[in-house]
């Protein structure tokens, strides 16, 4: 069996890392620097910063552009680091490219603009002011139940025109559309949803971009590399067996965010508080997340 067809641009398994503050609330460069190499030693080819999971919302610029810094140094070339750059104004999104790009960052991360619903015309002149703003690799966020606009397969296949327009992290749960996509460009899809790594592997995606792999990078891995193997049998008993874990961090009420740095710290690992608005997770739900994080490891 052959692996998927797509470019893995970024490489295949990627986490969408939280950002580790302190006690206090403050950024946790020493945290973010161990929690990095511990997600690449564990298999993650690449990690996504300030993202969703990364509490982009609640960190400011210049935090967003000293924690790229922080875990570029610590991964070295093992590992790429994606930038997530995107915001609801094209030319603050544009800015934080430019510092993303600076700070020693591999690629970038935009997620379509979000609250003023833009039509699909200003959808694609977003991002193609942003691919030409800096030299790095970009990769489209396409999240509808987040931001209020999907990104129309017609406007990707537009999009994927664009020489620094590379790779999709999908999570709009329309696989017609995503393999009409597919089928028509040479954009690397990751799936940014846990429940679908295999699904999206299997039909030529690239790989994932994943916020449950912040607690269990290794055995997500193995999803893709039982497949890679030419053992399709073994990835889906994986892929269900990871399940109880995905649905509890990801389909259980709470952010992943939260699931997530419940998670590490109970494990002693970096991560610590939330930023308001967000609240830390309950011990009955960190209780039920260690459950199914020890039945998976």
């Known amino acids: 069996m052959t692996s998927p067809s797509s470019a893995p641009v970024f490489g295949r398994a990627l986490c969408a890392m939280v950002t580790p503050f302190t006690d206090d609330g403050l950024l946790d460069l020493d945290g973010a ?3 990095a190499a511990r997600l690449v030693d564990g298999g993650c080819d690449g990690l996504v910063l300030s993202g969703t999971t990364g509490e982009s919302p609640t960190t400011s610029d210049g935090e967003k552009s000293v924690l790229v810094r922080a875990v570029a140094e610590a991964v070295g070339d093992r590992a790429t680091v994606v930038a997530g750059v995107g915001s609801f104004a094209t030319r603050h999104t544009v800015e934080l490219a ?3 790009e600076k700070a020693g960052a591999d690629g970038l991360l935009v997620v379509t603009p979000y609250y003023s619903k833009p039509p699909q015309a200003a959808v694609e002149a977003h991002f193609r002011e942003v691919a030409e703003a800096s030299g790095l690799p970009l990769a489209l966020y396409d999240i509808p139940g987040r931001t209020g606009t999907r990104i129309e397969p017609e406007t990707m296949l537009r999009l ?52 449950v792999a912040n ?7 193995a999803i893709i590399d039982a497949f890679d193997a030419g053992d399709p049998t ?16 990801m389909g259980a009420g709470l952010p992943g965010t939260v699931t997530s740095k419940a998670v590490l710290g109970a ?15 309950g011990r009955e739900a960190t209780d039920g997340l260690m459950t199914a994080y020890e039945a998976l490891r």
Not at 177 to 199: N, S
Not at 235 to 249: D, F, P, V
Not at 267 to 281: E, H, Q
């Open 160 to 211: 994927a025109e664009h020489r620094r327009i590379v790779a999709v992290k999908d999570c709009a749960y329309d696989l017609m559309g995503t393999q009409k996509v597919l089928a028509r460009t040479d954009l690397a899809y990751y799936t940014g949803c846990d429940e679908y790594i295999l699904a999206m592997y299997a039909i030529g995606g690239a790989g994932y971009i994943s916020t």
């Open 33 to 35: 620097q161990r929690l």
């Open 215 to 221: 607690a269990v990078p290794r055995q997500l891995r």
């Open 267 to 281: 494990l002693g690992l970096p991560g610590g508080p939330v930023r308001a608005p967000l609240l830390p997770a």
């Open 234 to 249: 073994e990835a889906q008993r994986l892929q269900q067996r990871a399940m109880e874990l995905i649905e509890l961090m």
């Open 98 to 100: 430019l510092q993303a």
